[in-house]
T-cell receptor, first 110, second 111 residues
Framework: DADVTQTPRNRITKTGKRIMLECSQT?????MYWYRQDPGLGLRLIYY???????NKGEISDGYSVSRQAQAKFSLSLESAIPNQTALYFC?????????FGPGTRLTVT | GESVGLHLPTLSVQEGDNSIINCAYS??????FIWYKQESGKGPQFIID?????DKRQGQRVTVLLNKTVKHLSLQIAATQPGDSAVYFC??????????FGSGTKLNVKP
């Protein structure tokens, strides 16, 4: 079984809809992250959490919110999706300087 | 601000040759530099890292070199195989546990 899982894997939604992307991990790591990846660009940090009570904005947090429901779960929400949020979204955990990534969620906003 | 970038967006090599992927960084405060491999349809996967106080580290078929004087990082892959075809990202770790990624280099291995 994968250590970091993401649901859904693919999603098409319309402009203005609310959508939640979920991430679960079985690695027991405290630190979790959400990134987006756009074609030709590296991963950009949206939000990160160093434990259940800790939530921090990354470099591109506008238009996104997160919830750390438990050590193992970190959800990303788009309150009102817009087309330029079409991207590949990755959840990751880390211990020390190693990060472990989920398989990604491909989100398309029409 | 911080930046991590790659000199070559695409690199094509012959199977069996050595590959060198380069990366420039600008944040001198980063304490670790990491290379990731991303295969199509998958998330990035850790390959190798190097601490900022080192200049070379070797793994299995891979070597990472760090030149702090010119803020340059490279990943060398020996005897490149078709399974090495992927996008490679460099990343730097700073501010305790934040990571900043470069834009990636696509490695294409020709049989």
């Amino acid at each position: 079984d994968a250590d970091v899982t993401q649901t859904p894997r693919n999603r098409i939604t319309k402009t203005g809809k609310r959508i939640m992307l979920e991430c679960s991990q079985t690695k027991g790591h405290d630190r979790m992250y959400w990134y987006r990846q756009d074609p030709g660009l590296g991963l950009r940090l949206i939000y990160y959490s160093f434990d259940v009570k800790d939530i921090n904005k990354g470099e591109i947090s506008d238009g996104y919110s997160v919830s750390r429901q438990a050590q193992a779960k970190f959800s990303l929400s788009l309150e009102s999706a817009i087309p330029n949020q079409t991207a590949l979204y990755f959840c990751a955990t880390s211990v020390g300087h190693e990060q472990y990534f989920g398989p990604g969620t491909r989100l398309t906003v029409t | 601000g911080e930046s991590v970038g790659l000199h070559l967006p695409t690199l094509s090599v012959q199977e069996g040759d050595n590959s060198i992927i380069n990366c420039a960084y600008s944040n001198s405060a980063s304490d670790y530099f990491i290379w990731y491999k991303q295969e199509s349809g998958k998330g990035p996967q850790f390959i190798i890292d190097i601490r900022s106080n080192m200049d070379k580290r070797q793994g299995q078929r891979v070597t990472v070199l760090l030149n702090k004087t010119v803020k340059h990082l490279s990943l060398q892959i020996a005897a490149t195989q078709p399974g090495d075809s992927a996008v490679y990202f460099c990343a730097e770790k700073y501010n305790f546990n934040k990571f900043y990624f470069g834009s990636g280099t696509k490695l294409n291995v020709k049989p």
